[in-house]
């Protein structure tokens, strides 16, 4: 809905609302039909409030009706008659209406948008997988012949540190059309009875490399009375080494990323800890996004691939504020099967 068009239709809304209400006004307390009629159209605005704006345009037409109708009612009052009650039970239903008109509305809303979103991911997805199974055979023949000849040159041949950044940025462009096949396509899981502990540890293992690059320590704190939990060991690995790994490269030197799980009722938690300079909040509902990215050479992949892959096992991912500085990356599993 563009800016001008919702303009039209609040004043739209409250212009019927003010119009009937003067009809009201203007018409004798005896012409109690034309009363009757006029109460009638208060629906109107009541719909397209509804309609245009959800629940809470609903409900705010509904409370401006009632505070523009409610003097109409004390000035008719005849002390608890037929006419009063019919009035009051008026008003309630405008109330009650507006509540309901709002929730569908807001939920028609709501799932239209999913719908939508689904589709544009869909045709996005099919593009995405077309663009990299095309990229995909080129720059696996341009990695093998620049290697083949990196072998035959010279150790001490200037042309071997040219091919060394073809081959480096080969190795990139390889690695980017993995993750652009690995999101466009769905999630097949092979769960098994897993244990999320001797996950984390796995992951911080393979990251300590990359730590000890960027001088950043990986702590853990792993709850010794976390459950079995059905999940896929390969794809949860991928997931939380993409995590660990954003949180080494977000960490400042000399700072610390914790891992942690623990247990919550039916669910079990995994947190990534980390001590970097956090995420704007302007910014902070696109990081799931497909090509979104704040790293100066990151792809905008690595998160879109981990939130698939945790919302394939029934969980959730969500990103948190730290009391001090950095991020919190919560990954939520259920403990059965979902």
Request: proline share 4%.
């Amino acid at each position: 809905m563009g800016r001008r068009a919702k303009v039209y239709k609040i004043i739209l809304v409250i212009g019927l609302t003010i119009i009937i209400s003067l009809f009201h006004y203007l018409t004798q307390r005896q012409e109690m039909y034309y009363h009757l009629f006029y109460r009638e159209l208060y629906f109107l605005p009541l719909i397209l409030g509804g309609v245009w704006f959800g629940l809470r345009g609903a409900v705010l037409t509904s409370l401006s009706i009632t505070i523009l109708y409610f003097p109409i009612v004390v000035n008719y009052w005849q002390g608890f008659s037929v006419n009063d009650f019919d009035q009051i039970l008026g008003l309630l239903l405008f109330n009650i209406v507006a509540i309901i008109l709002g929730f569908i509305s807001g939920r028609e809303k709501a799932n239209l948008k999913a719908l939508q979103e689904a589709e544009t991911l869909a045709a996005l997805g099919r593009t995405v997988s077309g663009i990299a199974h095309d990229m995909k055979t080129p720059l696996v023949a341009i990695g093998g012949y620049t290697r083949s000849i990196k072998r035959k040159l010279a150790r001490e041949d200037p042309v071997q540190e040219k091919l060394d950044v073809i081959v480096e940025e080969t190795q990139r462009l390889e690695d980017l059309t993995k993750d652009m096949l690995a999101y466009a396509r769905p999630v097949p899981l092979n769960r098994d009875s897993g244990d999320l502990n001797r996950l984390a540890r796995e992951c911080c293992r393979i990251t300590e490399e990359l730590a000890k690059q960027r001088n950043v320590k990986i702590e853990t704190h792993l709850s010794s009375s976390l459950p079995a939990i059905n999940l896929d060991p390969v794809a949860m690995e991928r997931a939380i080494l993409n995590l660990i790994g954003n949180a080494v490269q977000a960490s400042s030197e000399g700072g610390v990323v914790t891992v942690q799980t623990e247990r919550l009722g039916d669910e079990v938690v995994l947190s990534v800890v980390d001590c970097g300079p956090g995420i704007p909040l302007e910014i902070r509902p696109e990081i799931f996004s497909l090509f979104f990215t704040t790293k100066k050479e990151g792809t905008g992949l690595g998160l879109p691939i981990a939130s698939k892959i945790i919302d394939a096992h029934g969980g959730r991912i969500e990103a948190d504020d730290n009391v001090e500085k950095g991020m919190t990356f919560k990954v939520t599993l259920p403990v059965g099967r979902s």
